[in-house]
Structures are given as structure tokens and as C-alpha cells.
């Protein structure tokens, strides 16, 4: 949580952490969660990922944190909008998920902090 916090800072923007919640307040434009999804290897000797959502909060992207299989370290992100997933309390993820999902999937957060980045606009004449 902190890296992200720094990392969006580093582009430029800025963050509040509530708290109680944890959720990021960006730019005052939108909030963001930050969930790590732990691996787990299915009976049948496949990877799988849980994630939870936390339907009270709202946030307007869910950043998920896949765990690789020791758990030791981040495989990968996926930041998954409000709009998309809203309605979905919990979300099960396989290596591969279709392009509904894996549109959706990051190998880093770079796409995420360039939403965060602050551009000057140039006045209109």
C-alpha cells in the first residue's frame, strides 16, 4: 500500500488513505482498492485465485494483486472498474480468464499510475 501510495506521488497526483477503510482517495476524482489475491492450487492441480470484493466501499477501481504460487511475490495486477465488477462479491481467477478479464490484466501498475498522473491543460485562446 505504501509503494502504491509513493508510486502515484512519483506521477504526480495525489492520495488520502482513509484510515478505517484503506481505500485511496485520487486526485479527489476517483478512489481505489487495493486487494491481494493469494494462490491456490485446485485438487485438480491447477492455480487459482480468490478475490474478494468489498461491496460496501465502492471503489471506482479494484486494483487486484495476483500472488505467484509461493505467495512470495506479485505474478500480476488487474484493475477491474466499479462498473464491470460492481454487482460481483466474489471473482475466481485461473491463469487465463477470457478477454473479459485478462483486458483487464497488467504485469505492473504503470497503467494505473498514468491514470493518476496530473497534465497541465492549455488554456483555450
Not at 486526485?27 to 485438480?44: G, K, M, W
Not at 497541465?120 to 483555450?124: E, G, N, S, T
Given at each position: ?117 496530473r497534465v ?5 485562446a
Open positions: 500500500m505504501a509503494q502504491v501510495i509513493a508510486d502515484i506521488g512519483a506521477a504526480g497526483g495525489t492520495v488520502r488513505r482513509d484510515p478505517v477503510t484503506d481505500l485511496l482517495h485520487i486526485n479527489d476524482e476517483f478512489t481505489a482498492s487495493l486487494v491481494i489475491s493469494r494462490c491456490h492450487i485446485s485438487p485438480a492441480g491447477g492455480l487459482r485465485w480468490k478475490v474478494r470484493f468489498d461491496s460496501g466501499l465502492r471503489p471506482s477501481i479494484t486494483i487486484v494483486a495476483r500472488m505467484q504460487e509461493d505467495n512470495a511475490a506479485i505474478h500480476d495486477y488487474y484493475l477491474l472498474p466499479w462498473l464491470d465488477v460492481g454487482a460481483t462479491p466474489n471473482l475466481r481467477l485461473a491463469p487465463e480468464n477470457g478477454i473479459l478479464l485478462d483486458a483487464y490484466r497488467f504485469d505492473t501498475l504503470e497503467a494505473f499510475f498514468d491514470l493518476t498522473r497541465p491543460l492549455k488554456v483555450a
